[in-house]
């Protein structure tokens, strides 16, 4: 099959800015490219070329402002021909896309709550709905939010869970990543401390401002613990605004015990999950379902994360975290944090659990089967073969105990 996927236009691809959106288009290409012809369309950027084939991938990237950009992939699309084009999160512009294109299907990948009349005219969505043959979605919260809206287009509707590199991040406890987590922790100053990780965007809805408020109930009862905040205001940049700046001002009362990374790239983010012992994750709003939770998993961390939007989908309570319903209550994430440094039989046991997980079901691999059986409906075969084995993980994780 011949195959458009439509990144947003705010990062590229590939993501050398980072980007939930962005990784996934990058984590399911080398899958999805095996049989089929793709092509990328993204933003530009400085680094990276308006025209390239990359792996034998071709992608094509085009600036301007939000209307320009999807008005040039319409452009593209009515000089090409594709079985299927994949417009990620933007319903708004799928019409306009699908005008041009007229004998393509279409698929939308949903990735936040985007369907809202603050986002989109209804009028537009349902269009939208009409023309696509499926609309996928990174949470059940995600697909129930949208079939509250419009029930008539509930069967079209499928949540497809997304996924984490598993060779790019390796549990901490198999000899490669144990070494190289020695060597972070003295590199940043960390060895016999106890690394409290949070990765994320420097914004309120994020959550960090909780977490400082709560550190200092954690070091009254473990003197060691340090907070580790990954992340910048803004994808690809290290730009400070008020809320950060009050952030920073905040952190400077508890001293070493918070180390603040600024942005980190992409391809290091694997070596900051290293040092973690626990991750958090302090979402004030309803999340989708942010990919660090799957990254935490792989990592081998166990996980405390708030029961905001999709992020419980992937907790399993008591198993490979816990869950925060009082979520402004910097009190009820000291607690957990408290609870589970005092247990490190617990935090170990979680993590090999949340390790097994990540293997079974969150693996890119598997994200880009479910896609790509999506595509193959009604065509010549609904059996799709990925063109290589399924890898195998188990030989390096260590899991057997489970």
Same mark, same amino acid.
């Given at each position: 099959m011949k195959i458009l996927l439509v990144c947003t236009e705010k990062l590229p691809v590939p993501f050398i800015r980072g980007g939930a959106?962005?990784?996934?288009?990058?984590?399911?290409?080398?899958?999805?490219?095996? @049989? +089929? /012809? #793709?092509?990328?369309?993204?933003?530009?950027?400085?680094?990276?070329? @308006? +025209? /390239? #084939?990359?792996?034998?991938?071709?992608y094509e990237r085009a600036g301007g402002d939000t209307e320009a950009y999807y008005q040039a992939v319409a452009d593209f699309v009515a000089e090409e021909i594709f079985d299927w084009?994949?417009?990620?999160?933007?319903?708004?512009?799928l019409p306009l896309v699908a005008a041009a294109s007229p004998q393509s299907r279409f698929l939308l990948s949903m990735h936040n709550e985007m369907f809202g009349d603050n986002k989109i005219a209804p009028e537009v969505a349902r269009h939208c709905l009409q023309l696509v043959d499926k609309v996928v979605t990174v949470s059940e919260f995600?697909?129930?939010?949208?079939?509250?809206?419009?029930?008539?287009?509930?069967?079209?509707?499928?949540?497809v869970y997304a996924g984490v590199n598993l060779q790019r991040f390796q549990p901490k406890w198999v000899s490669d990543a144990a070494e190289?987590?020695?060597?972070?922790?003295?590199?940043?100053?960390?060895?016999?401390?106890?690394?409290?990780?949070?990765?994320g965007r420097l914004s309120k809805k994020k959550g960090p401002h909780i977490l400082l408020s709560a550190f200092s109930e954690v070091i009254e009862q473990h003197p060691s613990a340090v907070i580790l905040l990954v992340g910048s205001k803004w994808y690809g940049k290290d730009e400070e605004d008020n809320y950060v700046l009050k952030l920073k001002e905040q952190a400077k009362s508890l001293g070493d015990s918070v180390r603040l990374s600024g942005f980190v790239s992409p391809v290091k983010v694997p070596d900051y999950f290293l040092l973690g012992d626990i991750f958090v994750c302090a979402s004030q709003w309803q999340e989708p379902l942010a990919?660090?939770?799957y990254e935490a998993m792989a990592t081998g961390l166990p996980i405390i994360t708030t029961a905001r939007g999709g992020n419980a989908e992937v907790i399993v309570p008591d198993g490979n975290g816990l869950l925060i319903n009082d979520y402004e209550n910097p009190h009820a994430f000291a607690t957990q944090i408290n609870y589970l440094l005092s247990r490190p039989d617990v935090t170990e046991e979680m993590g090999r659990k949340g390790r097994y997980l990540s293997e079974t079901n969150y693996s890119w691999y598997r994200v880009a089967s479910d896609i790509l059986q999506i595509l193959a409906t009604d065509h010549?075969?609904?059996k799709i073969s990925l063109a290589m084995p399924e890898p195998n993980y188990k030989e390096s994780t260590a899991v057997e105990a489970l």
């Open positions: 959106i962005q990784t996934y288009i990058n984590e399911i290409l080398p899958y999805i490219s095996r @049989e +089929h /012809e #793709i092509t990328v369309f993204s933003v530009t950027d400085p680094d990276l070329p @308006e +025209h /390239e #084939i990359r792996d034998g991938i071709c084009i994949i417009i990620y999160n933007r319903p708004k512009y995600i697909a129930h939010g949208i079939a509250d809206l419009f029930p008539e287009y509930r069967h079209k509707l499928q949540p190289r987590r020695a060597n972070l922790l003295d590199a940043h100053d960390l060895k016999d401390r106890k690394v409290v990780l949070s990765v990919r660090v939770h010549r075969s609904n």
